[in-house]
């Protein structure tokens, strides 16, 4: 499964973002991690989270919450629809994605509701369809100034991009699995300390796709529940900078055996990752940390895998118009080929948002990933790039544009293809 690596905190709360899934970028794991680094003291304002009032959705009063209804039209084209290295056909589609927030309105404590569907309908390559949606609810409890709690539960139809190394190489219908979560956490903040606890379960079911051969390919040894629980402590250097320290620990329980009589890859996970945050006055933000991680199969036909891990988010202002976001993460993967244990996946993105106009955004990204699978002559990388803009219209209107163009080269024997792809999605959104 991939997630957008550059998707910037600020992204979530302007309207008009543009899509994730129509602009990838490189860090697309099946899992992120359940503490994200938080460097934000209040110091920088990126682009993107840049307060515009005249363009904000000012939502439907209901009580004590805030009701953001949301419909996102769009239509796209494809080169390659199947992402394939020979007999590539391209497609033109439709967008459409409808969506609600409901958020609790105050003074303390937190509640917020979501829900949304996103459908993308080919013209003629009709397998490659996706039916995604998401539900779910958070709340946060402030037991006092300093010590707070917090819970989400999720349940969400995702697609899984075919540039995923884990992914089924000869599936012809779109990948699409039900993740479903339940985590509860909490947080201190003290004068120079602070701390945060999560603990998360997250179930996994995949469904079984079509390949071009018009065979069935079961997915059903894929479905896993992970449980996971995270720890960070932070000390303050100084107002503007911290040092931290969090470790990390994963159960993996695949529902299914690979095949009849073959194991599959359950596994324990340990992530210890230390390093810094900052927040520099009108100059950079951010935070970077290295450690060490080290995943454990339980059983022994699969190669334990272990190494740095890393992670980083770091915004740079050259001026107050234009944000320079660098974004790094090194995580290990379980694989979805034979024996194969799993893969280090390696990411970096980097993207530059500009406001040409108080209403016009413009956005550019280049990403690489590399993928080395463990005791394996096996490697694949991605590079991706892509550039777009966003037209606000008004608080109720928006246009968006991204173009962008992938390109896989791979070798080894785990059966991974090179591919490449262009893109290109013109949106409307219309919101209240």
Same mark, same amino acid.
């Given at each position: 499964m991939r997630l957008p690596l550059v998707a910037l905190a600020g992204m979530l709360t302007l309207p008009f973002a543009?899509?994730?899934?129509?602009?990838?970028?490189?860090?697309?794991?099946l899992v992120l991690p359940n503490l994200p680094l938080d460097f934000d003291r209040g110091k920088n304002t990126s682009v993107l989270q840049r307060e515009r009032p005249e363009y904000q959705a000012q939502g439907v009063r209901a009580g004590s919450f805030l009701l953001y209804p949301k419909l996102e039209l769009g239509a796209g084209f494809t080169d390659n629809a199947y992402q394939v290295d020979n007999n590539k056909q391209s497609?033109?589609?439709?967008?459409?994605?409808?969506?609600i927030a409901a958020n609790s309105n105050w003074s303390t404590n937190e509640l917020n509701f979501n829900a949304g569907a996103r459908l993308r309908r080919f013209s003629s390559e009709t397998p490659r369809n996706e039916t995604n949606y998401n539900v779910d609810a958070s709340g946060r409890l402030d037991a006092t100034?300093?010590?707070?709690?917090?819970?989400l539960l999720r349940t969400a139809r995702s697609t899984e991009p075919r540039s995923s190394a884990a992914s089924p190489q000869d599936a012809a219908e779109a990948i699409q699995f039900q993740q479903t979560t339940a985590s509860v956490g909490s947080a201190f903040a003290g004068a120079r300390i602070r701390g945060q606890v999560a603990v998360s379960v997250d179930q996994f079911n995949f469904s079984d796709v079509r390949s071009f051969s018009n065979t069935i390919i079961s997915q059903q040894g894929r479905d896993q529940v992970l449980f996971r629980t995270t720890a960070r402590g932070e000390y303050a250097m100084s107002p503007d900078t911290s040092l931290f320290l969090?470790?990390?620990?994963?159960?993996?329980?695949?529902?299914?055996?690979?095949?009849?009589?073959?194991?599959?890859?359950?596994?324990?996970?340990?992530?210890? $990752?230390?390093?810094? +945050?900052?927040?520099?006055?009108a100059l950079v933000r951010g935070g970077i940390g290295l450690g060490y991680v080290s995943r454990r199969y339980d059983s022994p036909i699969y190669s334990d895998i272990s190494g740095l891990s890393a992670e980083a988010r770091v915004e740079y202002f050259p001026t107050q118009l234009t944000t320079v976001g660098l974004n790094v993460r090194r995580t290990i993967q379980d694989s979805y080929f034979g024996t194969s244990s799993g893969y280090f996946a390696t990411a970096a993105a980097v993207r530059v948002d500009h406001e040409l106009l108080r209403n016009l955004l413009l956005n550019a990204q280049l990403g690489y990933e590399q993928d080395d699978f463990a005791n394996q002559d096996a490697k694949s990388? $991605?590079?991706?790039? +892509?550039?777009?803009?966003?037209?606000?219209l008004n608080r109720n209107f928006g246009f968006g544009l991204v173009v962008g163009r992938d390109n896989r080269t791979a070798r080894g024997n785990v059966g991974l293809r090179?591919?490449?792809?262009?893109?290109?999605?013109?949106?409307i959104v219309v919101q209240r």
């Open positions: 543009a899509s994730a899934a129509e602009a990838q970028s490189t860090d697309a794991n497609d033109v589609y439709a967008l459409i994605a409808p969506s100034r300093s010590l707070s709690f917090n819970t969090q470790g990390g620990y994963t159960d993996t329980t695949y529902k299914y055996p690979l095949t009849t009589g073959i194991p599959n890859r359950d596994s324990k996970e340990v992530n210890v $990752i230390g390093g810094a +945050s900052f927040d520099l006055s990388k $991605i590079l991706r790039y +892509s550039a777009g803009a966003r037209y606000l090179a591919f490449d792809e262009t893109r290109a999605l013109l949106s």
